[in-house]
C-alpha cells in the first residue's frame, strides 16, 4: 500500500485519497498558478522535504502508469523534473561525494537524459537544465545563473 512506504508525506497520501473521488484527470499545459519560494523562506531549507521530493515522484509515477497508463509521458516528466528540481535546490556543500541520495539522483538523470529530451511536456528551458544537471550536476546552478544573467543584462 502507498502509506507504507516510507517517504510518502501526508500531502502525497492526500492527493492518492482525493483521486479516488475523480471522474476524471487530465493534464494541461495552461499555468494555473505561479509558485515562488523567496529567500530566506523555510521551502528553500535543506532537509526532508526536499529530499520527499525524489522518493514522491517515483511513487506517483509508478502510481500513474499503473492507474493510467496513457499519462506515461507525464508522469515520466514528473519524476525527471522533481529529480532536477532536487538537485537543482541542494546547496553545493550537500552535493559531495557522500551525499547518496545527491549521487543518485545524478545518476537517474544521466540514465533518462534521452527520455527527457524526448519528452513532449518538458520545455526547452527544461530540457537544457536536464542536460546540464546530468552532466554537470554540481556547477550546473550556478553555470546556469551566470549564462541566465548574461542573457537578460543584454536585452
Known sequence: ????????????LFVFD?????KKLRYTLKVGYHYVIHDGSISRSFGK??????GNSKTIRKY????YPQLRAQAERFEIYQNMAFLWSV???????EDILC???????????WKGLRNPF?????????????????????VYKIFYQNKRTKR
Request: proline letters at 6%.
Open 18 to 22: 482525493i483521486e479516488k473521488n475523480i
Open 103 to 113: 549521487k543518485t539522483t545524478a545518476t537517474f538523470l544521466k540514465q533518462n537524459l
Open 91 to 97: 546547496p553545493a556543500e550537500y552535493k559531495r561525494e
Open 49 to 54: 522535504a526536499v529530499h520527499d521530493m525524489v
Open 122 to 142: 518538458l520545455t526547452r528551458k527544461d530540457k537544457v537544465r536536464l542536460m546540464m544537471l546530468a552532466v554537470l550536476p554540481v556547477f550546473a546552478p550556478r
Open 1 to 12: 500500500a502507498i502509506s507504507s512506504v516510507p517517504w510518502v508525506d501526508k500531502d502525497l
Open 64 to 67: 500513474v502508469e499503473c492507474n
